[in-house]
């Protein structure tokens, strides 16, 4: 609880980066979950999405066909988000 607010902060930070990224849909966390929609003209599918950013050290949680869920923790630090906006950004 002490440090919830640090990984709040880095949601937004995570969101605010991945917003930038052309065929992505961040909505604003109020949380330290950052949820996102990847637009129809990606021609990823939802498995080649979740494998390639696995492939980075990225893990997602797919919550519908194209919609994600990404949870920021005490595990992940800025390097941590840092490296899944830039996995996003080469994938996409």
């Given at each position: 609880?002490?440090?919830?607010?640090?990984?709040?902060a880095?949601?937004?930070h995570?969101?605010?980066?991945?917003?930038?990224?052309?065929?992505?849909?961040?909505?604003?966390?109020?949380?330290?979950?950052?949820?996102?929609?990847?637009?129809?003209?990606?021609?990823?599918?939802?498995?080649?999405?979740?494998?390639?950013?696995?492939?980075?050290?990225v893990?997602?949680?797919?919550?519908?066909?194209?919609?994600?869920?990404?949870v920021?923790?005490?595990?992940?630090?800025?390097?941590?988000?840092?490296?899944?906006?830039?996995a996003?950004?080469?994938?996409?």
């Amino acid at each position: 609880v002490v440090r919830l607010a640090e990984d709040h902060a880095r949601a937004a930070h995570l969101a605010e980066g991945l917003a930038k990224i052309p065929g992505l849909r961040v909505d604003k966390p109020s949380t330290n979950m950052v949820f996102l929609e990847v637009d129809q003209s990606v021609p990823l599918t939802d498995q080649s999405l979740t494998e390639r950013l696995r492939e980075r050290g990225v893990w997602v949680l797919t919550v519908a066909p194209r919609h994600y869920r990404l949870v920021v923790h005490y595990w992940i630090d800025d390097a941590g988000v840092e490296q899944t906006i830039t996995a996003f950004k080469e994938i996409l």
